[in-house]
């Protein structure tokens, strides 16, 4: 009898790990993704201004491949700082330190998944989370089957550096068991799991399953983003 692959795998890295990522995150200058800085990228590679390129933000936001999904954003846009690198092209010795830990990590997680994976092809991702940008991530996947580019992102992983002190909270998908949210057989749920955030723990899920981060609301939090592309899924 075949068995289930796991929803999400757990692992860690230690405590000096995590202080070292965190002081680094402090000491660099990070991004700031919101609609502003979405709305420049428009911008920048349309020429378009005002109105028209806040058009073409909620154009390209809601759909893929020119189909229209339904009003609701391909990815939500988020509110946090971040600083964010490809596998090789490290800047300094700690970003390759970053790197070279999780590719560890993807070769152990993939243990489990046994997913077809360009463990080259992988992308460290730096986050703070602040309260007073209300800073949050709206449930999403970072990759999906139905994706047809050559190469797609298809394990995720959620390293806990150090959790807000109020909100931040992570849920993730467990598995696709729809679930009825009242009697009309139309309104349906997925079953999510709410991950305690210890500092040093890894999470580790497949990329297409939907995760979030609510509003923090106290205190910030700091995490270590990282995802390993491959080719299509077949």
Known sequence: MSSIKPDFFEDKVSSEFVDTVIKYIDSVELEKTSYDYYLSIV????????QE????????NNSYEGQVRSGK???PIPTLRFKHWNF???ENDIERMISNTMYKKSVSANNVYGFDLDFN??????AKYM???NAHFDWHVDGHMTFQDPSSRKLSFTVCLKPAEKGGKLFIQEGWEVRSKSTDITSLTLPIQEIEQTPGKVISFPSYYNHCVTPVEEGNRYVLITWIWGPEWR
């Open 43 to 50: 911008e920048q590679q349309t020429g378009l201004e005002g």
């Open 53 to 60: 390129a806040k058009d073409k933000l909620e154009e390209l």
């Open 73 to 75: 954003p391909v990815v």
């Open 88 to 90: 090789h092209k490290e």
């Open 121 to 126: 092809h992988m992308t460290c991702f730096l």
């Open 131 to 133: 309260p007073e940008e």
